[in-house]
């Protein structure tokens, strides 16, 4: 156990559907990550926060994607009209200060948009 | 072409041998990161290195900057070892983004 903790660990959706992930981070990181890892392939980077402010959104992230850190605490990831391409692992990931530190994952939300 | 590319992309063993990992990258970068990922998908972080060579018990991380490739070693191989291998870079800053690009992994499974 890492410290983050993410919620749900699964998601079955039906295409079209709204969902919502949860991640909580160690509680005195100022950073949070978000990445999505389908099979077979490496994690890839989404978006990140320092305390509230997001940072940056990668392409990846298209207008049906939005993450929310409101109080620079817990993050969500909601996906709106889900497709079957969004079937992935998410997963998240803190660190205190900046990418020069290392970065805790939680356990990873997986969805499978049916 | 992928910015992080690792070899191999699947790797068996038998316990108590010595097995390498190796990680090539294209871009600049600041640090390179070396991840356990077990099934389930939990990531654990093993390494981050800018120079030179990182021991942690059974496992050694060495990077060439210049040559730009690292490598990750395991000593003494054992099957609780069997889990995925991922190589990620802290690419250098471009107009203040910085990112970790990520390898897709090597499967290393360790027969007992």
């Given at each position: 156990?890492?410290?983050?903790?993410?919620d749900?660990?699964?998601?079955?959706?039906?295409?079209?559907?709204?969902?919502?992930?949860r991640?909580?981070?160690?509680s005195?990181?100022?950073?949070?990550?978000?990445?999505?890892?389908?099979?077979?392939?490496?994690?890839?980077?989404?978006?990140?926060?320092?305390?509230?402010?997001?940072?940056?959104?990668s392409?990846?992230l298209?207008?049906?994607f939005?993450?929310?850190?409101?109080?620079?605490?817990?993050?969500?990831?909601?996906?709106?009209?889900?497709?079957?391409?969004?079937?992935?692992?998410?997963?998240?990931?803190?660190?205190?200060?900046?990418?020069?530190?290392?970065?805790?994952?939680?356990?990873?939300?997986?969805?499978?948009?049916? | 072409?992928?910015?992080?590319?690792?070899?191999?992309?699947?790797?068996?063993?038998?316990?108590?041998?010595?097995?390498?990992?190796?990680?090539?990258?294209?871009?600049?970068?600041?640090?390179?990161?070396?991840?356990?990922?077990?099934?389930?998908?939990?990531?654990?972080?093993?390494f981050?290195?800018?120079?030179?060579k990182?021991?942690?018990?059974?496992?050694?991380?060495?990077?060439?900057?210049?040559?730009?490739?690292?490598?990750?070693?395991?000593?003494?191989?054992?099957?609780?070892?069997?889990?995925?291998?991922?190589?990620?870079?802290?690419?250098?800053?471009?107009?203040?983004?910085?990112?970790?690009?990520?390898?897709?992994?090597?499967?290393?499974?360790?027969?007992?």
């Amino acid at each position: 156990d890492t410290g983050v903790s993410q919620d749900p660990r699964h998601k079955i959706t039906k295409r079209g559907q709204n969902v919502t992930f949860r991640c909580d981070p160690i509680s005195e990181h100022n950073r949070l990550y978000w990445y999505r890892q389908t099979l077979g392939q490496g994690p890839e980077f989404l978006t990140y926060f320092q305390n509230e402010a997001q940072l940056e959104k990668s392409r990846l992230l298209s207008d049906r994607f939005s993450a929310e850190r409101p109080k620079g605490s817990f993050s969500t990831l909601e996906i709106q009209r889900t497709e079957q391409g969004d079937s992935a692992m998410y997963l998240c990931a803190s660190s205190f200060r900046g990418f020069q530190e290392t970065q805790y994952f939680g356990p990873g939300t997986r969805l499978l948009v049916l | 072409k992928n910015e992080v590319e690792q070899s191999p992309q699947n790797l068996t063993a038998q316990e108590g041998e010595f097995i390498t990992i190796n990680c090539s990258y294209s871009v600049g970068i600041s640090a390179l990161h070396w991840l356990q990922q077990h099934p389930g998908g939990g990531i654990v972080s093993l390494f981050m290195l800018s120079s030179g060579k990182k021991k942690h018990g059974r496992l050694i991380a060495t990077i060439n900057i210049q040559e730009k490739h690292s490598s990750l070693h395991i000593t003494a191989s054992h099957p609780r070892d069997s889990a995925v291998y991922i190589c990620a870079v802290r690419t250098l800053p471009q107009g203040g983004s910085e990112k970790l690009v990520f390898g897709k992994g090597t499967k290393l499974t360790v027969n007992p």
